[in-house]
């Protein structure tokens, strides 16, 4: 059976999506991702090498290296919130509307990582 390519709906073997509201949701999904991917990933590179940057740096420089590792985390997770672009992989296995759904809910994980590692150094002051 084929599924709708956006919201996974099981459709006839003919369609693509199960309705024109999925159609529209899809290629604006497409259409963004186009626009945002090189300042997407640009970020998100410089975050997630930011992370064991700023985890390396707090065994020496505590605060600097919690500032840079929970920065990192927060802009990492905002960035997935706001642009959540799933990889072809996810999108595939999940379609568009569940892949989104996953990766804003990464994105959630990540803040909270973020808040965590803030909360270490303001709370345990380890
Ligand atoms: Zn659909």
């Given amino acids: 059976m084929k599924q709708c390519e956006y919201c996974g709906k099981e459709i006839s073997y ?8 999925c159609q529209i949701k899809a290629n604006r999904f497409y259409e963004r ?3 945002f991917s090189i300042p997407f990933t640009a970020v998100n590179t410089v975050c997630v090498f930011g992370i064991p ?8 420089l505590k605060v600097l290296g919690t500032v840079v590792a929970s920065g990192s985390c927060i802009v990492l997770g905002l960035m997935l919130i706001i642009f959540p672009f799933p990889t072809e992989g996810m999108i ?4 568009i509307k569940k892949a989104i759904r996953i990766v804003r809910i990464l994105g959630i994980a990540v803040i909270v990582l973020g808040l965590f590692i803030a909360g270490m150094l303001t709370f345990l002051g380890f």
Avoid: A, P, Q, T
């Fill in 53 to 60: 940057i700023g985890l390396f740096l707090m065994s020496f």
């Fill in 92 to 95: 595939k296995k999940f379609k």
């Fill in 14 to 21: 003919h369609e693509i999506y199960c309705s024109e509201d």
């Fill in 33 to 35: 991702c186009e626009k």
